[in-house]
């Protein structure tokens, strides 16, 4: 199968059906509303079960079903929507259940507006709910990216029995761009024995994330670090673009990070040893490659469509060795090529020291 033109929305779709999707749930919000209609129509014909429920907390707690009955399921749903998914991300979390979430993220706070926007960066990389849980995180970049980590992320979720979160925007969601689906036969997930399937003659499983007494519950946490700390030690993902030599470097991810590309060009066509680092998994952060370039770069800029939110994880990872600058545009507003190149001089010249 060669190349098709196929909406990000659309595309995710399709590739969750070829990571082994068999159930989705969701409710329609803006921007993200093709997922669901795809589904509706795709699932059946796969022999998967599409249901359109009656709230974002009704869709949530139907994954937590299926996912506990070991079922690769998914949900999709833009800002607001996943705000109100976020009790039972933490129960699934907590119950250590894998599925993927696809948060293709709007303006906000508030209601705020169908345009693009990153401002659900804490939400998806810090726990948006309760307790002390992670979500893996990936931070697509184009329509292609979206497809091959959809794919990679009910693997992934089964890998660590822990929820998974595609995090696009309205831009990706809507664009069209030519995409390869390298996978040609939807998945089969692992043997899941601690699955709710009926007893049958065994032991009987239980999914649960209530522990009443606090030092079965503070075990139940040691063991959820410890597989946080594993996927922190395995799974971080980032693309470095003209590091090696780069006197400023610009962070940036998803949408946003294609415009920084483009900066670099410009830069580095004008004698300006400019670079980019794009993480693609937002948690856990690829902070070693920050942590290397500091020791040769100059300075350091974050860019996002919000008012500033990955660039304190960018802080953190360069460890006060050189400067971080932000930029961002919010309300919708991406951020132009000429801007973020007007901004990265300021600092060269020292007018945004």
Known sequence: MGKVLMKGNEAVAEAAILGGCKFFFGYPITPQNEIPEYMAKRLPQVGGTFIQAESETSAINMVYGAAGAGARVMTSSSSPGISLKQEGI??????ELPCVIVNMVRGGPGLGNIAPAQSDYFQATKGGGHGDYRLVVYGPASVQELVDLTIEAFDVADRYR???????DGILGQMMEPVEFKVQEAKQGPDKPWATTGAKGRERNIINS???????????????????DEIAAKEKRCEEYFTADAEIVLAAY????RICKAVVDQARQEGIKAGLIRPITLWPFPDEPFSRVAEHAD????????????VEDVRLAVNGKKPVYFFGRT???VPTKAEIFAEMKKILEGGNR
């Open 162 to 168: 822990n929820p998974v979160m595609i995090l696009g």
């Open 90 to 95: 933490s129960y699934i979390a907590g119950a």
């Open 331 to 333: 309300g919708g507003i």
């Open 210 to 228: 209530l522990y009443i007494v606090p030092e079965d519950l503070a075990r139940h946490c040691a063991k959820l670090q410890a597989k946080y």
């Open 299 to 310: 300075a350091f800029m974050a860019v996002e469509m919000s008012t500033g939110q990955m």
């Open 254 to 257: 998803g949408t946003t990070a």
